[in-house]
Every structure is written in C-alpha cells, then in structure tokens.
C-alpha cells in the first residue's frame, strides 16, 4: 500500500500539470490616463512611448485624455483606479502647481507610484498670433498698458504653466492681459494661430511648427537660456523679466500600492522603449530629451516632482493670484 502522503502528493502534482499556466503582467489592456488634451505637451510624447511600448510588450494600450481642472480631473480618476499596473497616469509640471491654486483631493507624490520620466523640456515660448502687428514683447506690453482687458492670452487652465506665466507677466508689465482657458497647450497654441485669440505662452513643441508655417510669431522665450534651435528668440530675462523658467516634464506613475514587480517591470520597458534611436529622434524634433536610463528610476521621478513643487512656491507667490496653499 502506497503511503498516504505521497498519495496527496501525486494529486497535487497532478493537479497543478492539467491548471492552466498563471497569467503574467500584462496579459489584457492598459490605459493610459492623459489628464490635457490631445495634442498638448503630455499627450504627444506619452502616445508615441505608448505606442512603442504596446509593440514592445506585446499589448493593447489605450491613451484615454480625461480633462479639466488644470489636469486634476485625470488624475482624481487615476489615483482611484485599481492598483493593478492597468491604469498609469501619465503626470507633469501641473501636479508641482496645482495645490498652490486648487484644492487638490490627493497627493501627487504620495498618492502615487513613480514609475519613470518619460521626456523633460521644453520650455515655455511667448507667440502671437502672425497677423497681430506685434513684432516685439515691448510691442505687445505698450498696447496693453494702453488698453487695459484688450488683450487674451490662451492658457490651459487656472494653475498650469501657461496661466501662471501669464500672470507673472501682468503683475511685472504692470498690464490686465485676459486669460482664457482651453483644455491643453497645443489646443490653446493652435486657437492663437486661427486668430481667436491673441497670443499665448506656449511649449515649444507646439509652438515651432506653427511659427514655420507663419502663423504664429515667437517673442520670447521663458527660461534661462535661449533655444538652439531658436536661437533668434530672446528669452524674457533678456527683456527685462527676471525669474522666467518655465520647463515641462513628462513622467509615467501608476496608482500607490501597484505591485513592486509590477513598478520594475514598467520601469525597465520605459526604459528601453525612451533610450531607443527611434524615440529619442522624434523627442529631439519636440525640443525635448530623455533623461540617462541609470538615472530614470521611480525614486528619481519621485525626487524630481518634489524639488519642483518646492521650487513653484515662489513662482505661485509671485503672480498675486490667491493662493490655496501659502507658499513657504
């Protein structure tokens, strides 16, 4: 007679041949929440990683934008989501700005799971659109002094980059220029160049191929250093505006409590998906870079997203709109 225990071991290796193989990560759809609109500075580059990711990993991923509240409604959806690594989020320089302006229902770093940087840059451009007689920012500034609520500038939204250079602006030119919202930069950029409104800071990705095309101008440039690839366009400290430094980032993060494994594996295909020739061909086309892969991993995002809420403090205090959160 055959022993009791290896009877039971018999069954459960029998058992464990004839049950199908455990599904791995990923084995069905990954959305991928975008909180602007198509087309704006996050969008873009996160389709293009999407799409090469979804080849990479032999997966469907759907880019779904959910917008509004200067990006906040995206991510109150994702951080919701089910910790799964089948909802990301892919997040920006908006979520270091927005709890200085809004009441933000959750935290941006804690709330959520770095995964990686997915692009960094560019930074803000000032245009208008080609058929306003503003050749220079000194143009634009005397006709708004001179005719207070005249001028519009599109933003994508009360607490994004746009919006608060916008401010900066009229507090340091001493001007009343009217922000109206859209729902992401590229958005707003292309409104300007249909001649709807006047003029916007804008992300040079979509700026550039607009001012090729003539429709729109460049003034200024909101960061320290000129663009190379620009090099004409001064920046706003050349005007006589000090403390203009407004660069985007994209990054990849998944809801808090996302399996480790699951982070690392992400990480990785990130990675591999950013660091190729392909990606970084086009990113450069943008006016943006990818950070070293050595450096790219999910604390390095977490870090990046934390100095740049600090750093947005004064910035945030600097455009006299009332703040939500006192600025330290």
């Given at each position: 007679m055959r022993h009791p225990h290896r009877l039971v071991l018999a069954l459960?290796?029998?058992?464990?041949?004839?049950?199908?193989?455990?599904?791995?990560?990923?084995?069905r759809t990954i959305t991928m929440v975008v909180p602007f609109a198509a087309g704006g500075l996050s969008d873009v580059p996160a389709r293009?990683?999407?799409?090469?990711?979804?080849?990479?990993?032999?997966?469907?991923?759907?880019?779904?934008?959910?917008?509004?509240?200067?990006?906040?409604?995206?991510g109150t959806f994702a951080v919701r989501a089910e910790p799964d690594g089948y909802t990301l989020f892919v997040n920006s320089i908006a979520?270091?700005?927005?709890?200085?302006?809004?009441?933000?229902?959750?935290?941006?770093?804690?709330?959520?799971?770095?995964i990686g940087m997915?692009?960094?840059?560019?930074?803000?451009?000032?245009?208008?659109?080609?058929?306003?007689?503003?050749?220079?920012?000194?143009?634009?500034?005397?006709?708004?002094?001179?005719?207070?609520?005249?001028i519009n500038f599109a933003t994508s939204g009360p607490a994004t980059s746009p919006a608060m250079a916008l401010a900066q602006l009229n507090l340091l030119a001493k001007t009343s220029i009217v922000a109206v919202p859209?729902?992401?930069?590229?958005?707003?950029?292309?409104?300007?160049?249909?001649?709807?409104?006047?003029?916007?800071?804008?992300?040079y990705a979509q700026a550039k191929p607009l001012a090729d095309a003539g429709k729109l101008r460049a003034l200024a440039i909101a960061?320290?250093?000129?663009i190379a690839t620009?090099?004409?366009?001064?920046?706003?400290?050349?005007?006589?505006?000090?403390?203009?430094?407004?660069?985007?980032?994209?990054?990849?993060?998944?809801?808090?409590?996302?399996?480790?494994?699951?982070?690392?594996?992400?990480?990785?295909?990130?990675?591999?998906?950013?660091?190729s020739q392909a990606f970084q061909e086009r990113m450069t086309a943008l006016g943006m870079s990818?950070?070293?892969?050595?450096?790219?991993?999910?604390?390095?995002?977490?870090?990046?997203?934390?100095?740049?809420?600090a750093r947005q403090a004064p910035l945030a205090a600097l455009t006299g709109i009332k703040l939500v959160k006192p600025a330290p």
């Open positions: 459960v290796a029998a058992l464990l041949a004839i049950a199908p193989a455990r599904a791995e990560y990923p084995d293009i990683m999407a799409a090469m990711l979804s080849d990479r990993i032999h997966q469907s991923i759907v880019v779904e934008n959910k917008t509004g509240g200067s990006g906040t409604v995206g979520d270091a700005q927005n709890l200085y302006f809004l009441p933000v229902s959750y935290n941006a770093v804690d709330d959520f799971a770095m997915i692009v960094e840059g560019p930074p803000l451009v000032l245009v208008v659109d080609a058929a306003q007689p503003y050749r220079t920012l000194a143009d634009l500034v005397a006709d708004a002094r001179a005719h207070p609520n005249k859209y729902r992401g930069a590229g958005e707003a950029a292309r409104y300007v160049a249909a001649g709807a409104v006047q003029a916007t800071f804008t992300f960061s320290p250093q000129r620009w090099s004409e366009v001064p920046t706003m400290a050349e005007l006589g505006y000090p403390n203009f430094d407004y660069r985007g980032f994209v990054g990849l993060a998944a809801p808090a409590k996302t399996p480790p494994a699951v982070i690392a594996y992400l990480n990785r295909e990130l990675n591999a998906v950013i660091h990818v950070p070293p892969a050595a450096q790219n991993t999910p604390q390095y995002l977490a870090d990046y997203l934390r100095r740049e809420t």
